[in-house]
């Protein structure tokens, strides 16, 4: 999006809070200066922007949200993802077009991997695929620091059908998950939360992937550092799906175990539907119960004869 836009942006933003071009001005830049910002004619400073942003009683996050309103692609992403919603493939596939429509190339890569993901999956990648998968991959591993875009490339990756990433791109995303979860400096909660559910699918992909030390190794770490530094509303929800992915961790490995910990989680889901009824925690619990049904080897029958 060119500069232009964005003083777009500030003069609507502007005109909805009834303020004045002094007003919004400040001491921070000239009326005349904001004037020609708004109309696309100049650019501003940052950190002079940033301060625009503060007369008008904005944070950032606003403003970025106002962007997306207005940003081509970012309307056509939200197309495509509620295309997929529907399952509607074909309808995804027009919408995302070409590579050349797209400013972001990793965005079109990105969507494409999430339309690619909802077709039947052979053994091996199509050519398309491995194109489109290693381009994410080589991106990653160009970077040393997630931000929120990133996330969402790693959960699509990791979320993909085919077993198809090397060890040492795993063992990459977990050095940075477990350093980014270390990190103190984060003034919100965001980005922690983010960390800590993309090392939930990154552990669930080692499992998968026959990792299972790795995956058990994680999910401890996980553990403590929620456990530790999250507030309950939020540590309660990452420790019961750790909980949940250590039980098919057990599983893989015809562990015991995992069905004592598989009831033990079974009355937990049953408790709070009993207290309070929500829909996507019964729909948790069918998920949770053919899951483990379906993994399950030790001969231990599931649910026991007393929970069903």
Not at 129 to 155: G, K, M, P, Q, R
Not at 198 to 213: E, I, K, N, Q, V
Not at 255 to 275: G, M, S, V, W
Request: hydrophobic letters at 40%; charged letters at 25%; glycine letters at 2%.
């Amino acid at each position: 999006m060119e500069f232009k836009h964005y003083g777009e942006i500030i003069h609507k933003i502007r005109q909805d809070r009834n303020m004045t071009l002094k007003e919004a001005a400040g001491d921070a830049i000239t009326p005349n200066n904001l004037s020609r910002f708004e109309k696309g004619l100049a650019s501003v400073k940052v950190d002079t922007f940033f301060e625009i942003l503060s007369k008008l009683n904005l944070d950032i996050e606003d403003f970025v949200e106002a962007c997306q309103i207005q940003n081509e692609n970012a309307q056509r992403t939200k197309q495509i993802m509620h295309a997929l919603i529907n399952n509607d493939k074909i309808k995804a596939r027009k919408i995302l077009g070409k590579k050349s429509d797209w400013e972001n190339i990793i965005v079109y890569y990105t969507l494409k991997l999430a339309i690619l993901n909802q077709v039947d999956k052979m053994d091996e990648l199509t050519p398309e695929e491995a194109e489109t998968i290693n381009y994410l991959v080589d991106y990653i591993f160009s970077i040393d620091t997630f931000y929120l875009h990133d996330f969402t490339i790693i959960e699509i990756l990791l979320g993909y059908k085919v077993q198809c990433f090397e060890l040492k791109f795993l063992e990459y995303l977990e050095k940075l998950i477990v350093k980014g979860l270390e990190e103190t400096k984060y003034v919100t909660l965001n980005f922690p939360r983010r960390y800590a559910a993309t090392g939930m699918y990154l552990a669930r992909t080692y499992s998968r992937y026959g990792y299972y030390d790795k995956a058990e190794k994680l999910i401890y770490k996980l553990k403590i550092n929620i456990s530790e530094k999250f507030s309950n509303e939020y540590s309660i929800y990452f420790l019961f799906y750790l909980n949940i992915y250590e039980v098919y961790n057990l599983l893989r490995q015809n562990n015991p175990k995992a069905i004592e910990r598989a009831n033990t989680l079974l009355h937990y889901i049953d408790a709070q539907n009993n207290l309070f009824p929500l829909a996507n925690m019964f729909e948790t619990k069918n998920i949770f119960v053919k899951a483990v049904q379906r993994l399950n080897k030790t001969g231990i029958p599931f649910p026991t004869e007393d929970d069903e």
